[in-house]
């Protein structure tokens, strides 16, 4: 896996760290493709647990495709009349990310430490939960460099903030700050940006030492839920909550509780 993500699996949870700050985290092949990797490694790892999606540096999480690279790729394939091939990148790598961190039968925390633009926004949304440090910003950008949606954005931010801001976001991109993106539903906590590192640490750390099972059971059922009546969400809900309460994990949280006792999770 190349330098530009890292990846470390630590008593069940696993860090992917996009580490590209000299660019601003950018997405070039080389990222999407370690990227790609580390994702898909960590949702098909039963070792892990809960998976943290972070950034090195301070000032962006992610910027989405870098641009640089990009629009040597557009040169070249109109050189070459082989039209949008160079587009093939979201099904290459997008697609496959978004994929591995909203199907991963465990929970995923972004911590977003500065600008999630374009398809870093994404990546966050595809996150279940999202720790923002204050001085963060989020942006869509894909109508100012003339391109519509990737990277899952179309299907996460509407269930997010509701089909009406969501296509005013998209088609008039802006600056987005970590107070106003709170209020929004996009982070759901903010923290002074000294602390974001810590603070994300202990939140998925506490996850992963928790009923996973369960976790993976919640995460299912809710995205069943966004897509599904009423009756067949009901029928969901019983399947999965049979296959929860058959688990070790749920033997211990009853025990625990009848003893006023901490429970500790197997993960299983």
């Given at each position: 896996?190349?330098?530009?993500?890292?990846?470390?699996?630590?008593?069940?949870?696993?860090?992917?760290?996009?580490?590209?700050?000299?660019?601003?985290?950018?997405?070039?092949?080389?990222?999407?493709?370690?990227?790609?990797?580390?994702?898909?490694?960590?949702?098909?790892?039963?070792?892990?647990?809960?998976?943290?999606?972070?950034?090195?540096?301070?000032?962006?999480?992610?910027?989405?495709?870098?641009?640089?690279?990009?629009?040597?790729?557009?040169?070249?394939?109109?050189?070459?009349?082989?039209?949008?091939?160079?587009?093939?990148?979201?099904?290459?790598?997008?697609?496959?990310?978004?994929?591995?961190?909203?199907?991963?039968?465990?929970?995923?925390?972004?911590?977003?430490?500065?600008?999630?633009?374009?398809?870093?926004?994404?990546?966050?949304?595809?996150?279940?939960?999202?720790?923002?440090?204050?001085?963060?910003?989020?942006?869509?950008?894909?109508?100012?460099?003339?391109?519509?949606?990737?990277?899952?954005?179309?299907?996460?931010?509407?269930?997010?903030?509701?089909?009406?801001?969501?296509?005013?976001?998209?088609?008039?991109?802006?600056?987005?700050?970590?107070?106003?993106?709170y209020e929004l539903g996009i982070a759901n906590r903010i923290v002074p940006s000294a602390d974001l590192a810590a603070e994300a640490v202990k939140v998925?750390?506490?996850?992963?030492?928790?009923?996973?099972?369960?976790?993976?059971?919640?995460?299912?059922?809710?995205?069943f839920g966004l897509t599904h009546s009423l009756e067949e969400t009901l029928e969901k809900e019983d399947e999965l909550q049979t296959r929860a309460g058959?688990?070790?994990?749920?033997?211990?949280?009853?025990?625990?509780?009848?003893?006023?006792?901490?429970?500790?999770?197997?993960?299983?």
């Amino acid at each position: 896996m190349a330098d530009t993500v890292l990846y470390e699996v630590s008593d069940g949870l696993a860090t992917i760290t996009i580490n590209r700050p000299e660019a601003m985290n950018a997405m070039n092949i080389e990222t999407k493709v370690a990227f790609r990797e580390a994702a898909q490694a960590a949702a098909a790892d039963d070792s892990v647990r809960a998976v943290l999606l972070t950034a090195s540096g301070d000032r962006a999480f992610c910027v989405g495709q870098d641009l640089k690279e990009h629009i040597g790729g557009l040169m070249a394939a109109r050189e070459s009349g082989s039209g949008g091939g160079v587009m093939s990148t979201v099904q290459e790598h997008y697609n496959p990310i978004v994929r591995a961190l909203t199907g991963a039968a465990k929970p995923v925390v972004a911590a977003v430490n500065g600008v999630a633009a374009g398809a870093g926004f994404g990546f966050a949304l595809a996150a279940d939960y999202r720790i923002v440090a204050d001085t963060a910003a989020f942006n869509t950008s894909f109508a100012g460099v003339a391109l519509t949606a990737d990277s899952g954005i179309s299907w996460t931010l509407p269930r997010v903030v509701g089909p009406s801001r969501a296509a005013d976001l998209l088609l008039f991109p802006r600056s987005i700050t970590a107070q106003e993106a709170y209020e929004l539903g996009i982070a759901n906590r903010i923290v002074p940006s000294a602390d974001l590192a810590a603070e994300a640490v202990k939140v998925a750390r506490g996850l992963a030492e928790g009923p996973t099972l369960a976790y993976a059971a919640l995460k299912e059922s809710l995205a069943f839920g966004l897509t599904h009546s009423l009756e067949e969400t009901l029928e969901k809900e019983d399947e999965l909550q049979t296959r929860a309460g058959s688990s070790e994990d749920h033997v211990i949280a009853v025990q625990a509780f009848v003893n006023k006792e901490k429970p500790k999770y197997l993960g299983r």
